[in-house]
């Protein structure tokens, strides 16, 4: 006897709108919606297309003053429409578990990581005892491949790295066993290897008939976990279907667009955000093309930043008092002018700590640090003994919102950045103009606050002010992890168009090896605070020496690609038939 998986969300003609908001029309419009049992359907689309509000109004949280209208709203077989505040509290972390994007801000900074997975336990009361929730908090941490749970259990989310955080995260949302867990983005701080594990738990999760929601901007992580794929834009469905038909034959422009805009072994060189998907003739599979990205001058011989044989530990607190833990440990690289240089390695392996050592930001324990030729770390070395080449290293965030001063406008945090050069006030006017246009945007955002811009304009607002002092190397952290496809794909044009025309270095730290290897010229692969292994980004990719490296090869997302070639390998008749 055949069953039918139960029917977790049926949701036709979702409407969500704002009083007052985009100029009374809704933000979320005609959405169809249906989960089963055991299903995962993967929400896609640009920041703001409405994808992360579709999911909260699942549960009830869309927000205050949100206005939700459908012809059909079912959630767990019953209509939710006029479900009270208590009738959505019964339902969260019970039928359905939230998995949002930021762990730091999500989880709670005055309770231990472990009361906070258990949380929902004793809300709920799912368990009798302390001892048994203790014991669920214990074997959930270590279902979302957090080693050393006891001890992780005391610690509080300020003391886990990135990755150790997200995965709490995501074991205080499935602790209670709910039928449907909606993963706001939950793979997108994570590298590789950690992302594998996450995605396992989630697809472990289906194989026990638990329905998955999937929002996430990286198309091969939802090619390999969704059975469905809605693709959003401006608050609609544009394309949907069986997650092997939408990728692998858009019908929509802008699922075409996503797709062309993914970095990958072919886009090196090229502009990511100018790729088009064209037929070269009739039924044939379609191709990629790109145009190229401006020449770059050839490396200089002499070095700006020269990193020998560091090393930095740290004590650890709590139950394991007096041990030491080592972050890095004898790293040895150099970055010469005008190089990419990209940093990779799971969470915990050392980049931020090496990050954070060249910036001057902590002292190592033993090596030495050159910077332009002086002495930057160590004894005597005092910041500022550094102030006079401080605005010469400068630094990109990955995530610009809380770096920036909320209180300042775009045109005070580049005035600050222009300190050094001592520029009387029209000057200064019109060199933040000037560093504005240099990235994409224009004197209009002058006025304007962080929180008024969008991820990308954000994100190029940070590179602009890292470009003010003309530096000789710009560290960069991450700083398109949080993007979607195409936003991404125009910061890193941008950020190779200029530092081709600049010749500016770059310490270029990324989990994605896609980005890296699209970017870079030399790679550093670190593990357990050492380099495994460096070379020629080409090289590293297409033949990984050491088993690390293979194993992280291995454990990154394919996304299967439609054939890739350059303009000057199409006919030009193909290339009057794009398709976008």
Known sequence: MITTPRTLVDIRGLSVSFPGANGGRPLVHGVDLFIRAGECVALVGESGSGKSLTARSLIGLAGAQALIDARQFDIDGRPALRFTDREWRSLRGTFAGLVMQDALVSLDPLRTVGAEIGEVLAHHRLVRSRGERRTRVHAVMGDVGIPYAEHRATQYAHELSGGLRQRALIASAIAAGPALVIADEPTTALDVTVQAQVLAVLAQRLAQGVGV???????????????????????????????????????????????????????????????????????????????????????????????????????????????????????????????????????????????????????????????????????????????????????????PLSAFDPRH??????????????LPKPALLARSVELLEQVGLDAAFLARRPSSLSGGQRQRVAIARALAPEPALIVCDEPVSALDVYVQAQVLDLLAELQARLNTALLFISHDLDVVRHLSDRVLVFKDGRIVEEGDAERVFAAPEHPYTRLLMSATPALRRVEERTPAEIPSFALERELL
């Not at 406008?409 to 001592?422: C, D």
């Open 213 to 399: 929601l999937l929002i996430s901007h990286d198309l091969a992580v939802v090619a390999g976990i969704a059975d469905r794929v809605l693709v959003m834009h401006d608050g609609e469905v544009v394309d949907s279907g069986t997650t092997q038909s939408v990728l692998n034959n858009p019908s929509h422009p802008y699922t075409r667009q996503l797709l062309a805009a993914q970095p990958s072994a072919q886009s090196r060189g090229h502009r990511l955000s100018s790729a088009r998907i064209v037929s070269d003739e009739p039924h044939s599979a379609p191709l990629i093309i790109r145009e190229p990205l401006p020449p770059r001058r050839a490396r200089s011989e002499q070095a700006v930043l020269r990193v020998d044989a560091i090393g930095k530990q740290y004590s650890r607190r709590g139950k394991h008092r007096g041990e030491v833990f080592t972050a890095l440990q004898d790293v040895s690289f150099a970055v010469h002018g005008g190089e990419v240089v990209g940093i990779v390695g799971e969470s915990g392996s050392g980049k931020s700590t090496c990050a954070n050592i060249v910036l001057g930001l902590i002292a190592p324990d033993a090596g030495n640090v050159e910077f332009l030729g002086t002495r930057w770390n160590g004894p005597g070395v005092s910041e500022r003994v550094r102030r006079e080449l401080r605005p010469r290293l400068q630094y990109i965030p990955q995530d």
């Open 409 to 422: 406008s775009v045109q005070q945090l580049l005035e600050e950045a222009l300190w050094s050069k001592a």
